[in-house]
């Protein structure tokens, strides 16, 4: 990962015209907003500096010292913008505490996504000059024509067999739309079919729109034609072991919106509530399993599974004693078993 020197540190700081430095004096205020915009802006990188960005907290803009202090909660924050969630792909960065010019400051280095467009709350920022501002439908085909193809994951790459047709339009315009984006950028859209699924990776390229793994998976009529694993495999078995009988069995397949809806609804059929009236004033009601972890539980295993190499399905088996939930593939990104549960993994 690239760092930049004390010295290059020094310059870019008393550079007030630089596009790769933003300034906060403080975590105050609409500071956390306007810092997402900036490393997302960074992590596009559209003037192609290829160079990380800078986001400097503690600094005023006028490149003096804030003199406020550099916590190590500061800094955990600061992490955080990574793995909140809010910018999507989660960007690379570096957050550490440097003496700059004999002042502490926080300093979150963001490198260029391999993979642009990077978005914040589902819109794309990008560096105009020292200023950030939301990209332009020129700015995004440029964004994403940089996208280089030996990098992109497995999920970006076209299946050169399908066509747009296997692509379901409706699911895409009234269900992926809506939570991909926000309104005000959706009523703002000028684009073509074609150039909006380019935009969310679901088909390679506007002029050569044919689906990716993502598209097939994401919005696909009938994904297991071109991916055999796409499919979710449930077993209920009346038993705490695998000879047991099996009382129900389904094969859940199709788009992801409606696999997960139907795993839900499987899952739920089989969650019985019991009610009690007797041992208290008020009723009580509980469920076997929580269903916020049994959700969590299968869109995890769903979303991270490898597709790459791979035709195994999604299993979920319901025993009496547990349920075994097992997904294609190893841990994802960087967790390991003794990493797991660890703040930032």
Known sequence: MVRYTQDEL?????DAES???ERKESWRGDAPEKARQAVCAFANDLPDHRKPGLLLVGIRDSGVPAGIQITDELLQTLAAIKSDGKIVPPPTILVEKQRVN????????????????????GRIWVRLGPR????????????SE????RDIPFDSHPISAASLGALSKVLFEEEYLPNAFAPDILEANDRTYEQRLAACKLVA?????IPTVAGLLAIGKHPREWLPGAYIQFLRIDGADWSDPVVDEALIEGPLPQSIRRIDEKFESHNRTSVDIVSGSIESRSTAYPVSALQQLIRNAVMHRTNEGS??????YWFKDRIEIHSPGGPNGSVTSEKFGQPGV
């Open 19 to 21: 596009d790769l430095v």
């Open 132 to 143: 950030r501002g939301i990209a332009s439908a020129q700015d995004e085909r440029i964004l």
């Open 10 to 14: 020094a310059k870019l700081l008393s």
């Open 311 to 316: 035709n195994a399905p999604v299993r979920a």
């Open 102 to 121: 004999d002042c502490e400051v926080a300093v979150v280095t963001v490198h260029p996504a391999d993979s642009p467009p990077v978005r914040y709350d």
């Open 205 to 209: 390229r506007a002029d050569e729109p």
């Open 146 to 149: 940089k996208r280089r193809f």
